[in-house]
T-cell receptor, first 114, second 111 residues
Framework: NAGVTQTPKFQVLKTGQSMTLQCAQDMNHNSMYWYRQDPGMGLRLIYYSASEGTTDKGEVPNGYNVSRLNKREFSLRLESAAPSQTSVYFC?????????????FGQGTRLTVV | SQKIEQNSEALNIQEGKTATLTCNYTNYSPAYLQWYRQDPGRGPVFLLLIRENEKEKRKERLKVTFDTTLKQSLFHITASQPADSATYLCAVAAAGNKLTFGGGTRVLVKP
């Protein structure tokens, strides 16, 4: 039972490079989320997808794009990485329609932009 | 603007005592509020959910209260143990299934 799987776990990028963070869930959840977490801080919402085919901006969307490829997969793209995007990125999924509406998180992607 | 605020200062507490954490929210009318635990290097893990019509919820040594008038939730860890040391985050779900977290409070339980 994999839950939420993120790839890669670690990545180092040079300023200006692009990359895509992958996230997949096997719980048939409708909603998926991307957060970033900086040292000593909470989770800040980048983008979310309430259901397949929809995406919306969160608190800190600048510099990022997302794709809800299908119900299982939600990717986060950095088109031109900047040092300010050095962070740990978490993907999460949940099904708000169910009584148990908790979010399940992946193990995180630690990204360093030099 | 919408805000979810938790005490950013770490809470140091002696083993066996009760830890109390606060979550205040502004410009939300949540149907429920959630609490998560996060250990270093890991993603958050769900602990408890409390609905707007519930005043209190318990799970083992954890207790959560929800006051929609004060726009506040309190999270209690009773008979705290060193293994309870972690960061605790509250989360609010807004319209459109947007799930927003507070900044978290780090708890350190000393033996």
């Amino acid at each position: 039972n994999a839950g939420v799987t993120q790839t890669p776990k670690f990545q180092v990028l040079k300023t200006g490079q692009s990359m895509t963070l992958q996230c997949a869930q096997d719980m048939n959840h409708n909603s998926m989320y991307w957060y970033r977490q900086d040292p000593g801080m909470g989770l800040r919402l980048i983008y979310y997808s309430a259901s397949e085919g929809t995406t919306d901006k969160g608190e800190v969307p600048n510099g990022y794009n997302v794709s809800r490829l299908n119900k299982r997969e939600f990717s986060l793209r950095l088109e031109s990485a900047a040092p300010s995007q050095t962070s740990v990125y978490f993907c999460a999924s949940r099904d708000p329609g169910k009584r148990r509406t908790e979010a399940f998180f992946g193990q995180g992607t630690r990204l360093t932009v030099v | 603007s919408q805000k979810i605020e938790q005490n950013s200062e770490a809470l140091n507490i002696q083993e066996g005592k009760t830890a109390t954490l606060t979550c205040n929210y502004t410009n939300y009318s949540p149907a429920y509020l959630q609490w998560y635990r996060q250990d270093p290097g890991r993603g958050p893990v769900f602990l408890l959910l409390i609905r707007e019509n519930e005043k209190e919820k318990r799970k083992e040594r954890l207790k959560v209260t929800f006051d929609t008038t004060l726009k506040q939730s309190l999270f209690h860890i009773t008979a705290s143990q060193p293994a309870d040391s972690a960061t605790y985050l509250c989360a609010v779900a807004a319209a459109g299934n947007k799930l927003t977290f507070g900044g978290g409070t780090r708890v350190l339980v000393k033996p």
